[in-house]
T-cell receptor, first 113, second 115 residues
Framework: DAGVTQSPTHLIKTRGQQVTLRCSPK?????VSWYQQALGQGPQFIFQ???????QRGNFPDRFSGHQFPNYSSELNVNALLLGDSALYLC????????????FGSGTRLTVV | AQKVTQAQTEISVVEKEDVTLDCVYE???????LFWYKQPPSGELVFLIR??????QNEISGRYSWNFQKSTSSFNFTITASQVVDSAVYFC????????????FGSGTRLSIRP
């Protein structure tokens, strides 16, 4: 049973560009959350998607947006990249209510130059 | 507001020593989960333990043990007879009681085990 799959694993972008990161949740999971982990810090919650809608959002600017598809997979989009957006982006999926199984992917390491 | 504090930024011990990683949390929720994750250099978050707020029993898993004290809002993690492979960054974290709740992480403790 595949866990959470993220792509790409590494990415280098230039300031001002836009980037899209992808996440496939674990089988049976319908909720996807995204986290940003800057170097030397703990992961910080960006937002969560459920039923193709953003359900919760952390303290991140509107440059960060997302999408969830009918098959529960998700994308994280970041516009107008800043050097400070360089980080490890982690996707996590969780199952429907009634069971617990918060599962993280291996992450996408984004470097903005 | 929810908050997790890991006051120890870095710890370095010699192999086979015991080491305790401290974690203090803040929440107004009466029901919540506490976690410990390990992050090796590869970057993947490795789940170690989840403990709900109702269960204050200490837990032991091999060389790992966890001490949850609700009265002091602490959830400390001890590695007994440390090994070089234990070297990693360890995160303590807190979430609400739903599987959809966001997880609040501490800033992490970098543990180095010297041979």
């Amino acid at each position: 049973d595949a866990g959470v799959t993220q792509s790409p694993t590494h990415l280098i972008k230039t300031r001002g560009q836009q980037v899209t990161l992808r996440c496939s949740p674990k089988s049976g999971h319908d909720t996807v959350s995204w986290y940003q982990q800057a170097l030397g810090q703990g992961p910080q919650f960006i937002f969560q998607y459920y039923e193709e809608e953003e359900r919760q959002r952390g303290n991140f600017p509107d440059r960060f947006s997302g999408h969830q598809f009918p098959n529960y997979s998700s994308e994280l989009n970041v516009n107008a990249l800043l050097l400070g957006d360089s980080a490890l982006y982690l996707c996590a999926s969780s199952p429907p209510p009634g069971s617990y199984g918060y599962t993280f992917g291996s992450g996408t390491r984004l470097t903005v130059v | 507001a929810q908050k997790v504090t890991q006051a120890q930024t870095e710890i370095s011990v010699v192999e086979k020593e015991d080491v305790t990683l401290d974690c203090v949390y803040e929440t107004r929720d009466t029901t919540y989960y506490l976690f410990w994750y390990k992050q090796p250099p590869s970057g993947e978050l490795v789940f170690l333990i989840r403990r709900n707020s109702f269960d204050e029993q200490n837990e032991i898993s091999g060389r790992y043990s966890w001490n949850f004290q609700k009265s002091t809002s602490s959830f400390n993690f001890t590695i007994t007879a440390s090994q070089v492979v234990d070297s990693a960054v360890y995160f303590c974290a807190l979430s609400g009681y739903s599987s959809a709740s966001k997880i609040i992480f501490g800033s992490g403790t970098r543990l180095s085990i010297r041979p």
